[in-house]
């Protein structure tokens, strides 16, 4: 049973930074790709960025140049790094995960899902 944990959400002003983390166990993910997807109330679930299992990051462009995605494979987790915040950044944040190894903007591809951290930022 493969889980994911997310932590490292939080409050923050804008123009602040957070660093989100998830925590995979369960199982060796090096061979697929992991995602940060955000959902705001009353919205779909949107692909933020994505990192394939051969490294290669796909970012959605309201976060380019902002957001950094990275993966240690060797501690079964992917981090993202969010500078520049803002207000419209406010969202619950998921971690997830895909066995084909590629970065998919649909949820529906992934296989495996965290929990969420709520990510507030404050104008």
């Known amino acids: 049973q493969v889980q994911l944990v997310e932590s490292g959400g939080g409050l923050v002003q804008a123009g602040g930074s957070l660093r989100l983390s998830c925590a995979a166990s369960g199982r060796t993910l090096s061979n697929y790709a992991m995602a940060w997807f955000r959902q705001e109330p009353g919205k779909e679930r949107r692909l933020v960025a994505g990192i394939s299992s051969a490294g290669v990051a796909y970012y959605a462009d309201s976060v380019k140049g902002r957001f950094t995605i990275s993966r240690d494979n060797d501690k079964n987790t992917v981090h993202l790094e969010m500078n520049s915040l803002h207000p419209e950044d406010t969202a619950v944040y998921y971690c997830?995960?895909?066995?084909?190894?590629?970065?998919?903007?649909?949820?529906?591809?992934?296989?495996?899902w965290g929990q969420g951290t709520q990510v507030t930022v404050t104008s």
């Open positions: 997830a995960a895909d066995s084909r190894g590629f970065t998919s903007l649909f949820g529906s591809s992934y296989n495996y």
